[in-house]
């Protein structure tokens, strides 16, 4: 059910202790190394040493399964696709059906294609695992210095999440309840799906307001200096979290470099 | 309680106010639900014929309205960047197959309908100009799955692949915001914007 | 601290966009301490002035004012930061993800020194006899909780004038009782000037000692003791839709014994995706013409769920609901023919509006029949008062406006089922008596209802069969 995603409970764990926009800063390294590689070591090395890494981040089982399953299907896709309808099929020949090409050469890009995914999507799949949404606003103010209008107007938004979710299944319900249903026309399932989505913008923008007037009435507009009853600090040991991602991320595409590995990418 | 400053007259403000943040950031997590729901509908239909890339870029648009629409409703800089960007943290949050690459791909999809709507200085918001950003954002839609997702694809793939998008892009993001928006605006509930103070008085 | 005083002199206001004022010509003085309950008809911009009060609206687009609107000799806007405001909507009131932060949060906007924050946080929940740690999720709340964890958020920041904007409308009645118990505390620690509008006036009255009323588009048309006020105004106030104490409600169970089958649930559980247990115990329900049934329970009972089970608008994980003559399972129907057996009636009514105009709201169903009916159109618009809105955007309507048309919307395709789920929430007593006359009516006539709610008084009047599920 959708209104489950979001976790109650505030994350524990080491990893869970470090702060949010540390964490985020340690993401970036790998993703940008792997956005520009299209090799298959670089995103080897950075998935293997995230894995290698995981029992250190004490991280709940269930959370990081619930955040990863969906990560694991598109990285699959994002393979298969790839392999499938590559312009460069190579090698042997494993499969031709139409448009689809499947070659030892074309399976081989698929790969590397999957494990860049997975390379970029699985440290940030760690860092929502182990990161409560009010620590990072908390640490995008006191940190990053984003205005507290932004950061915790959204936060409030967010606390609507569930709400607006099961909003959406009444509204459908109310559909079907005046006597519209899709049947098996595309034309009016579109119909149908753009009424719903009126449906619910209506919904959220007039809580929106009323949210917004509620937030207001308690100062949130006065001007004033905020101060903050939660600090997030940066510490010794976020900072050696950053570098040791830095490190990582350039080791390995050193590594894949030094055994003639490393293909930067070049599109077409 | 003499601790708690009761007395300076708060300044009146330019730039974003309260409810243009909570709204925008409410429309955004309402996307959050509605992709969801879009991503369920055509998965549903044939989970093989919607991993066909041109087929996929015809559902593409969906992922693309809430920057436009953003725009339309609340008529100021930076909201199109901030509807489309906080839509797409909020799917990563529900959980999809993007993770956290995600907010890049939200980033640079708002990113797209704002340059447009600031190359019109903020000044136009009816169709063709809705057209355009809906248009605009499926190009940086494309580029990003060309650089992450499709890099390896054939030409004659990636042309078909992106005319679906761009089709999709303008017919649902582009002429859909638009009609959302006016839809919204005769409801009332856009009272507090500019764009819902368009009609005359009552 | 003592309370503020409040003066308004020839006040109006005007909204943005609207010819009409929405009130006008308000004389009143609230002396410091005084607790005043507002009253008037639904529209008549009780929570304009409550607003305006709290110095919310937005100088440069929200309106135009006329006279003067004064908190201790100060326009309302300047002094703001010592008025706390509470809503009738438990969802939007709330800003954090935790009890405590959403304490704090209007604290640290008012700069309270981060060291003095936590205690005056837990002072607070104490007050309101919160019932939670600080780190309660404020999602996992009910509605009365979430109601007195947004008064101790007022409380915190110990308020000069206290406003409340029918705080307990969209609440159980446990649920209302305790969060009046909260405010009964707050009133006696604060020592706050008052203005609280409810409809609900014999609840409210322990609470107030002065009330004022106003009149739609006008101003102040009788303020001073509530036993006088009541006492000379009483038909002015019952027209208004005010629920008068000791007003008797009038009984309209069935004379008559129920007739045939109509709908018949056996053995239904319901079960949320993934979910691995059924919320319910197996449930047999049955509906017959000329009866109405209420179903009652407290919250997470599952009284709405069995509700949409009935209606045939969510499947059941086991058993089954069965319209008489069809062996087909409700939940399985075309909608369309759904629509034409069981009507169903929203808890938000902005929920089941499709169409642009009044009229083609109602229009729709029949439509949908393929069968245009303007006759039931313009029966049901004039039955339910519509008739002079019927050009009017649904989406434009006050709250018994909309609830009276989506009770429209139902009967329009003539429903030998009609399935209501807490059609009394919010409303004012005038749309309550209209609703028991109209379902009672609808029952009368060989129809089979169905209605959801946790309103006692409603139940009393209208079951003929109570189910209450626990």
């Known amino acids: 059910m959708l209104m489950t995603v979001l976790p109650a409970d505030r994350p524990t764990g080491r990893l869970a202790r470090r702060n949010p926009v540390t964490k985020l800063a340690a993401t970036a390294a790998p993703a940008l190394v792997l956005m520009v590689s299209l090799d298959l070591v670089t995103p080897a090395i950075i998935v293997a040493v995230t894995l290698v890494a995981l029992p250190f981040a004490q991280l709940r089982l269930r959370l990081l399964l619930a955040r990863t399953r969906f990560v694991l299907y598109g990285v699959v896709t994002v393979g298969l696709v790839n392999a499938a309808f590559s312009a460069h099929p190579s090698g042997r ?15 081989h890009a698929g790969a590397a294609i999957a494990l860049r995914a997975l390379g970029i999507a699985l440290p940030g799949a760690l860092v929502l695992a182990s990161t409560d949404p009010v620590d990072l606003a908390d640490s995008l103010v006191q940190q990053l210095r984003v205005p507290a209008k932004f950061a915790y107007g959204t936060l409030a938004a967010l606390r609507l999440l569930p709400l607006l979710a099961e909003e959406w299944q009444v509204i459908a319900m109310a559909r079907r309840a005046r006597g519209i249903d899709a049947g098996r026309s595309p034309v009016r399932a579109a119909r149908l799906f753009f009424s719903q989505v009126f449906g619910i913008l209506v919904v959220a923008i007039r809580r929106g307001t009323r949210l917004a007037t509620a937030m207001d009435a308690r100062g949130f507009d006065s001007g004033l200096p905020r101060t903050e009853a939660r600090r997030q600090r940066v510490g010794a040991a976020d900072i050696l979290l950053v570098m040791t991602a830095v490190a990582i991320a350039l080791a390995a595409v050193l590594i894949s470099a030094a055994v003639g590995a490393w293909r930067p990418l070049v599109l077409g | 309680m003499q601790d708690l400053k009761f007395n300076p007259r708060p300044r009146v403000r330019r730039g974003w106010r309260t409810v243009d943040v909570v709204v925008a950031a409410v429309v955004s997590v309402a996307f959050g639900v509605v992709f969801w729901a879009w991503s369920q509908l055509y998965t549903a239909t044939s989970p093989a014929f919607s991993s066909i890339p041109p087929v996929q870029g015809l559902m593409v648009g969906m992922w693309l309205v809430p920057g436009v629409l953003g725009g339309l409703i609340l008529r100021r800089p930076g909201a199109a960047l ?23 791909y939200g980033f640079f999809e708002g990113l797209a309908p704002e340059l447009l709507f600031a190359l019109f200085l903020y000044r136009r918001w009816n169709l063709p100009v809705a057209l355009l950003a809906g248009g605009a954002a499926g190009v940086a839609d494309f580029c990003l799955d060309w650089f992450y997702a499709y890099p390896t694809y ?16 303008v017919v649902i993001a582009g002429a859909g915001s638009w009609v959302l928006a006016r839809a919204l605006a005769v409801t009332g509930v856009l009272s507090v914007f500019s764009s819902g103070r368009e009609q005359a008085a009552v | 601290m003592p309370g503020a005083r409040v003066e308004l002199r020839g006040w109006g206001w005007r909204h943005a966009g609207r010819k009409a004022w929405a009130l006008r010509g308000v004389d009143l003085v609230i002396e410091p301490g005084e607790r005043v309950l507002l009253l008037g008809p639904s529209g008549a911009g009780k929570s304009t002035l409550l607003a305006a009060l709290a110095g919310l609206p937005d100088p440069e687009t929200a309106g135009d004012d006329e006279g003067s609107l004064t908190v201790d000799g100060r326009p309302a806007r300047d002094v703001r930061l010592g008025t706390g405001l509470v809503l009738q909507d438990p969802e939007t009131q709330l800003v954090m993800a935790r009890a405590g932060d959403d304490v704090a949060f209007g604290l640290e906007n008012r700069a309270c020194p981060a060291d003095r924050i936590w205690d005056r946080v837990r002072e607070a929940l104490v007050t309101v006899a919160f019932p939670y740690g600080l780190d309660r999720s404020t999602t996992d709340l009910s509605g009365g909780e979430k109601q007195r964890l947004a008064i101790a958020g007022v409380l915190a920041l110990a308020p000069r004038l206290l406003l409340l904007d029918e705080p307990t409308a969209n609440l159980d009645p446990v649920g209302a009782d305790l969060v009046r118990a909260a405010l009964t505390a707050v009133l006696a620690e604060t020592g706050a000037t008052t203005v609280l509008v409810e409809h609900r006036v014999e609840e409210a009255l322990p609470l107030v000692d002065r009330v004022v009323v106003l009149e739609s588009g006008g101003g102040v048309i009788a303020a001073g003791p509530p036993a006088r006020v009541f006492a000379e105004h009483a038909e002015t106030l019952a027209a208004q839709g005010v629920w008068l104490p000791g007003r008797s409600v009038p009984r309209r169970r069935s004379p008559a014994r129920p007739g045939a089958d109509v709908l018949c649930a056996e053995g239904v559980t319901f079960r949320y995706p993934q979910a691995d247990q059924p919320v319910n115990a197996p449930l047999d329900l049955t509906l017959r013409a000329g009866e109405a049934v209420v179903l009652t329970g407290p919250n997470g009972s599952g009284k709405s769920t069995l509700a949409m089970l009935m209606a045939g608008l969510r499947p059941p994980a086991t058993g089954s609901v069965r319209s008489a003559g069809r062996d087909k399972p409700l939940h399985q129907w075309r909608a369309r023919d759904l629509a034409a057996a069981v009507g169903t009636v929203f808890q938000e009514p902005e929920h089941q509006l499709l169409a642009r105009t009044v009229h083609d709201e109602v229009a729709l169903g029949p439509r949908l029949q393929g069968a245009e009916d303007e006759q039931r159109v313009d029966e049901l618009l004039t039955r339910l008062r519509l008739h002079g809105l019927s050009a009017a955007n649904p989406f434009t309507l006050s709250g018994g406006e909309k609830r009276r048309l989506s009770v429209a919307t139902a009967l329009a395709t003539r429903p030998a089922a009609l399935v209501l789920d807490e059609p009394t929430f919010g409303q004012d007593a005038l749309t309550w008596s209209e609703l028991l006359g109209l379902l009672a009516d609808l029952r009368d006539a060989g129809s089979a209802v169905l209605a959801v709610t946790h309103d006692l008084a409603f139940a009393e009047a209208l079951g003929d069969r109570q189910v209450a599920l626990g």
């Open chain 1, 93 to 107: 020949h494993l499969l031709d059906v139409g448009p689809v090409h499947l070659t030892t050469g074309s399976a």
């Open chain 2, 154 to 169: 054939s030409i004659a793939w990636l042309t078909a692949y992106g005319a679906a998008v761009l089709l999709s892009c």
């Open chain 2, 82 to 104: 901030f509807c489309e960007f906080v839509a797409s943290i909020v799917e990563m949050l529900l959980g999809n197959q993007w993770g956290t690459t995600n907010m890049l």
